[in-house]
């Protein structure tokens, strides 16, 4: 008994195990997580290495080669890259796809311990980290107050931060810029000099003077008694009556010779939000938990903060929450529309509420349905999940329409009641939408195959439309029967027929079908008679279509309106933060007025640059996109500030996305990779001059300049040596007096702060008057600096870049107007106009290195996909021949999808590409149903021609229905309205056209192919 037969034959079990199914769904809808994109786990550990005080170049030599060449020992590395700077390495290796990376992270963290010893001893221990797409902060939010900053960081750090923290599904609270306290010791140099105090006693009383240490302990009766003996400083009165000298039996004080300072740690960046000075909050949430749950808790707790600390404004500066929740619902509200508009073609066709009532409860029981396998599935509810569904809520009728469409012809045609017309219907094509539904099916099997991000992310998208059809499947063949044998009444007569209130839709649509039906017949008899010239325009069209397709930029992942706008400043190498955060003011005040569409504003200042940051009030709700407005600034900043460059760009969307890819900017990367730093640059700054006259390119970054200003200070090690001194010694002199040398902590109300010493204005202090400093001999006498040290200015690389062992300079450039894939072949093109010695070259990487990457893995994931779906074909009917006959409908779709994207401008990205993959196996279900019924009707003893002829007739009907509710359930999405649907818009655009374009060629060549084959198999049976 067939599961047709079942259904209709026990209504209730069927009932029963739909409404089981719904449930199940409905719960699982409830419970499913939902995020952006799937969850990514990037191959990626990163070691970073502290080696204080040592140069870029000394830290390249000593720390960041050894452990290039330890980790690139581990199984699986791909790739290593690394950062040398002022005492920091930062090396970063990345695995190849599939790697467990916790297991990685062990075996690379013991490799590195059995060889810390070829390492210099005195560095910190390196820290082994992995990424992580969650470790992403969900919410950064902006907090400012007219309370001392100090205290804005003790308020955050010891309470506000805490309240955040418990936050279901918040993980990590981070602050970034805060105030952190402490006690500067600032020495007067001219009073240390006139009593003749050397730098390092002074240093070594306050250590001496603030000592809590174990003293033991003393039997006393029954107890052992531990002792202590607290040195600690209680307050700031002992700290300045520490005495640092002994002069004539008099004391000298510290108070004496120094200002002793409750202040905070020197800035090294300043952050305003809103225009006021303040502190970034880096909110990150638990890997299980609902990225969109979490931010609206997070936003409620931010109301209640401020509601109970009146004197701090806490605002959410980038909340990843409110896009991915107005980009889930707008690709919802596709799904919708596509499902309604799928329903009107029903009822456009049917002319009967019934049916169309019957093929509806498949599309929300689909869904429902794939909702469950999602949960159960271990998915999220993202983009990709949800895209499979608006690109399947189309094709979820398309079983139903083919089943109920034949039910309709039986009991039309050939008189038979509902419920036998109904079983026997369904029997009659089941297997014709079983080899559809597979051919779609296997397409995603080589989605398995294609590597990296692309597919993680798309597998989703297969896993959700795959489980949809099943779905279908299912329903046609079950629910669809069971419904149309209760529900469908027996022939109606021409009195019922005039009483219906669908009368006039029934007429109108009757008379345009049948004027339809009448003209595809004829057009079809014409064709059929003149077959060559049909094969020929076929092939002709195709052909100049690939003409065509050079009109069709490429880029990696499509452009969408994330609804931010940054604001980028560079200043000269080393400039001083305050002179810095003056220019910065003067961006403020260019840029904020420009930009009325702003929420809010995070302006970051420090090193030599800044950057505003501003969030955008929804799409919808401006008539400017992120672009434009990016646009309108890079026009207005253009030379208004003397001295700086300034520009401004909008992410093109998926910045996350970019950001996996190791790109990190918005930009193309070029890399220019040699031995010879100078040489780099050169080689640099040529590629950058040819670059900067491209057409679209608004600005070109290198990732060198003309190095921090050193003044290098030689220590004599013979003088040292004679005097009984060390060039520790020198060197702790030099660095207490200008770094600051922490002397211990200053603990109060359970806090510890550190006390910092060091020489008063000693940034604005000159080399000479750093060098009369003076250091006293073991044997009692003082001895100036300059008695022991060379002096000597120059410049030097603030930062050394490595990829896979070799140095390396970058240029990031920022386009508009233009897709990744035009601009990208511009610049190859000039690079390798570019002279260059030997052992140095040129290379794209970042988003355009994935581009290709990923678009030869899509063609090899094609070329399988349109064989599987041949061997599927060939399997289901036994032959070679006929499934020849259907897979020429496949080139066919290249047309209209060449076409579609060339009227629409969109251009072949990772969307597109996934969506021709898709066209392979759904094209070819129009062909199946053509040669099905043709085969059908050649075993009752028709021609080959009278046979595809009728079979055309027959099915023309279901063809015009399944292909314009796909096209029709695409075209919410295609049309790309909203936030978040560019994303998606390509795929659908892709498979509309080549569906649409398949459809009204296959309608004329798959009839005429078939007849071609079949009269001539004919023959030879004849022969």
């Known amino acids: 008994m067939s599961l047709s037969d079942l259904s209709v034959k026990r209504p209730i079990f069927t009932t029963m195990v739909t409404l089981i199914v719904v449930v199940l769904g409905s719960v699982s809808l409830a419970r499913l997580k939902i995020d952006l994109f799937p969850s990514i786990e990037l191959p990626t550990i990163t070691i970073s290495t502290s080696y204080p005080g040592a140069s870029p170049e000394v830290m390249e030599t000593l720390v960041t080669q050894i452990i290039e060449e330890i980790v690139s020992t581990v199984p699986g590395v791909e790739e290593v890259t690394s950062q040398s700077s002022e005492g920091r390495s930062r090396v970063r290796v990345r695995f190849s796809w599939g790697t467990e990376v916790n297991a990685a992270a062990l075996e690379l963290q013991a490799t590195?311990?059995?060889?810390?010893?070829?390492?210099?001893?005195?560095?910190?221990?390196?820290?082994?980290?992995?990424?992580?797409?969650?470790?992403?902060?969900?919410?950064?939010?902006g907090v400012?107050?007219?309370?001392?900053?100090?205290?804005?960081?003790?308020?955050?750090?010891?309470?506000?931060?805490?309240?955040?923290?418990?936050?279901?599904?918040?993980?990590?609270?981070?602050?970034?810029?805060?105030?952190?306290?402490?006690?500067?010791?600032?020495?007067?140099?001219?009073?240390?000099?006139?009593?003749g105090i050397p730098l390092n006693q002074i240093l070594q009383a306050i250590r001496d003077s603030n000592l809590d240490r174990p003293s033991g302990s003393i039997q006393e009766g029954r107890y052992e008694v531990s002792l202590r003996a607290p040195a600690q400083f209680q307050n700031l009165d002992q700290i300045r009556n520490t005495v640092v000298d002994t002069r004539e039996g008099a004391t000298v004080t510290l108070e004496q010779v120094a200002v002793i300072k409750d202040t905070y740690e020197k800035e090294t960046r300043i952050v305003r939000v809103n225009g006021v000075q303040g502190i970034r909050v880096a909110i990150r949430k638990q890997d299980n938990a609902n990225t969109v749950e979490v931010s609206q808790a997070i936003l409620e707790e931010i109301d209640r903060t401020n509601k109970d600390y009146p004197l701090i404004n806490i605002v959410p500066v980038s909340n990843s929450g409110n896009f991915i929740e107005r980009s889930i619902q707008n690709v919802s509200r596709s799904v919708l529309y596509g499902g309604g508009l799928a329903i009107l073609v029903l009822l456009f066709f049917l002319r009967d509420w019934r049916s169309t009532l019957v093929i509806s409860l498949a599309i929300p029981i689909s869904i429902i349905a794939t909702f469950a396998l999602l949960y159960f599935g271990g998915f999220t509810l993202n983009m990709m999940s949800l895209g499979g569904l608006a690109l399947g809520v189309g094709m979820m009728v398309d079983s139903s329409i083919v089943v109920l469409e034949n039910i309709f012809r039986r009991r039309d045609e050939e008189g038979e009641q509902p419920s036998v017309a109904a079983a026997n219907g369904a029997r009659e094509v089941a297997t014709a939408i079983i080899a559809s539904t597979i051919t779609t099916l296997v397409i995603f099997l080589p989605l398995i195959f294609v590597p990296g991000v692309s597919g993680i992310l798309f597998r989703e998208l297969a896993y959700t439309v795959s489980?949809?059809?099943?779905?279908?499947?299912?329903?046609?063949?079950?629910?669809?029967?069971?419904?149309?044998?209760?529900?469908?009444?027996?022939?109606?007569?021409?009195?019922?027929?005039?009483?219906?209130?669908?009368?006039?839709?029934?007429?109108?649509?009757?008379?345009?079908?049948?004027?339809?039906?009448?003209s595809y017949k004829k057009l079809l008899n014409k064709a059929l008679r003149h077959r060559r010239w049909v094969l020929t325009g076929a092939g002709s069209t195709l052909v100049l279509s690939f003409f065509l397709s050079p009109m069709i930029s490429s880029e990696f992942m499509p452009p969408s309106d994330e609804g931010e706008v940054n604001v980028w400043m560079r200043a000269e190498n080393s400039t001083r933060l305050e002179i810095v955060n003056k220019l910065t003011r003067r961006l403020e005040e260019i840029a904020i007025p420009a930009v009325p569409e702003a929420v809010s504003h995070v302006t970051d200042a420090r090193g030599d640059g800044a950057g505003i940051n501003f969030t955008l009030v929804p799409a919808s709700q401006r008539?400017?996109?992120?672009?434009?407005?990016?646009?309108d600034?890079?026009?207005?900043?253009?030379?208004?500030?003397?001295?700086?460059?300034?520009?401004?760009?909008?992410?093109?969307?998926?910045?996350?996305?970019?950001?996996?890819?190791?790109?990190?900017?918005?930009?193309?990367?070029?890399?220019?990779?040699?031995?010879?730093?100078?040489?780099?640059?050169?080689?640099?700054?040529?590629?950058?001059?040819?670059?900067?006259?491209?057409?679209?390119?608004?600005?070109?970054?290198?990732?060198?300049?003309?190095?921090?200003?050193?003044?290098?200070?030689?220590?004599?090690?013979?003088?040292?040596?004679?005097?009984?001194?060390?060039?520790?010694?020198?060197?702790?002199v030099l660095q207490t007096a200008i770094a600051g040398s922490r002397a211990g902590d200053y603990r109060t109300s359970g806090n510890s702060y550190r006390i910092l010493v060091q020489m008063a204005d000693a940034e604005q202090l000159s080399i000479d008057e750093v060098l009369d400093l003076t250091l006293r001999?073991?044997?009692?006498?003082?001895?100036?600096?300059?008695?022991?040290?060379?002096?000597?200015?120059?410049?030097?690389?603030?930062?050394?870049?490595?990829?896979?062992?070799?140095?390396?300079?970058?240029?990031?450039?920022?386009?508009?107007?233009?897709?990744?894939?035009d601009v990208s072949a511009e610049i190859e093109a000039i690079l390798?106009?570019?002279?260059?010695?030997?052992?140095?070259?040129?290379?794209?990487?970042g988003s355009w290195e994935e581009q290709q990457k990923t678009f030869n893995e899509l063609f090899i994931a094609l070329g399988l996909a349109?064989?599987?779906?041949?061997?599927?074909?060939?399997?289901?009917?036994?032959?070679?021949?006929?499934?020849?006959?259907?897979?020429?409908?496949?080139?066919?779709?290249?047309?209209?999808?060449?076409?579609?994207?060339?009227?629409?401008?969109?251009?072949?990205?990772?969307?597109?590409?996934?969506?021709?993959?898709?066209?392979?196996?759904?094209?070819?279900?129009?062909?199946?149903?053509?040669?099905?019924?043709?085969?059908?009707?050649?075993?009752?003893?028709?021609?080959?021609?009278?046979?595809?002829?009728?079979?055309g007739r027959r099915r023309l009907r279901p063809i015009l229905m399944t292909t314009l509710t796909t096209v029709l359930g695409l075209l919410p999405l295609a049309l790309g309205i909203g936030e978040g649907a560019d994303a998606q818009a390509p795929l659908a655009r892709a498979v509309i056209g080549g569906l649409v374009g398949s459809t009204v060629i296959t309608l004329l060549l798959t009839p005429v192919v078939y007849s071609i084959v079949h009269s001539k198999r004919s023959s030879s049976d004849a022969q």
Do not use: H
């Open 112 to 141: 590195l311990e059995d060889e810390l010893n070829e390492l210099p001893d005195n560095i910190e221990r390196p820290r082994v980290s992995k990424f992580d797409v969650d470790s992403f902060p969900v919410v950064i939010l």
């Open 144 to 195: 400012s107050g007219d309370i001392d900053p100090v205290e804005l960081t003790d308020i955050i750090n010891n309470e506000i931060r805490f309240r955040f923290s418990r936050v279901p599904g918040v993980a990590q609270v981070d602050l970034w810029g805060g105030f952190d306290r402490e006690i500067r010791v600032e020495i007067d140099r001219q009073r240390l000099q006139a009593l």
């Open 467 to 518: 489980f949809s059809l099943i779905c279908s499947l299912v329903v046609s063949l079950s629910l669809v029967p069971m419904l149309s044998a209760r529900i469908l009444r027996g022939q109606i007569s021409l009195e019922e027929q005039k009483k219906s209130p669908f009368r006039r839709l029934s007429e109108t649509s009757e008379r345009w079908f049948q004027a339809l039906e009448g």
């Open 623 to 631: 008539e400017r996109s992120n672009e434009e407005i990016a646009e």
């Open 633 to 732: 600034l890079r026009l207005l900043l253009e030379g208004q500030i003397p001295g700086v460059r300034a520009g401004s760009w909008a992410p093109r969307g998926q910045n996350l996305l970019n950001r996996l890819l190791g790109g990190g900017g918005q930009g193309i990367e070029v890399e220019v990779r040699g031995p010879d730093i100078p040489t780099l640059e050169k080689l640099a700054l040529e590629a950058k001059e040819r670059i900067e006259t491209l057409e679209g390119v608004t600005d070109v970054d290198t990732s060198f300049d003309e190095g921090t200003p050193r003044q290098e200070i030689t220590i004599d090690r013979d003088k040292v040596a004679d005097l009984g001194l060390s060039a520790r010694d020198v060197s702790e």
């Open 777 to 821: 001999t073991p044997s009692g006498e003082l001895v100036a600096l300059r008695n022991l040290v060379t002096s000597d200015f120059g410049r030097a690389p603030e930062e050394i870049e490595r990829r896979d062992q070799q140095r390396l300079v970058t240029l990031d450039t920022e386009f508009e107007k233009r897709a990744l894939g």
């Open 832 to 845: 390798n106009q570019i002279p260059r010695p030997a052992n140095y070259s040129f290379r794209i990487t």
């Open 866 to 951: 349109i064989m599987l779906v041949y061997m599927v074909l060939a399997c289901q009917y036994e032959s070679l021949r006929d499934p020849t006959i259907v897979m020429v409908a496949v080139p066919m779709a290249a047309i209209g999808v060449i076409i579609t994207l060339i009227i629409t401008d969109t251009t072949m990205n990772l969307q597109s590409g996934i969506g021709c993959i898709m066209l392979g196996g759904i094209v070819v279900n129009n062909a199946i149903l053509l040669v099905d019924q043709a085969s059908q009707l050649r075993l009752e003893g028709t021609g080959a021609r009278d046979a595809v002829a009728e079979a």
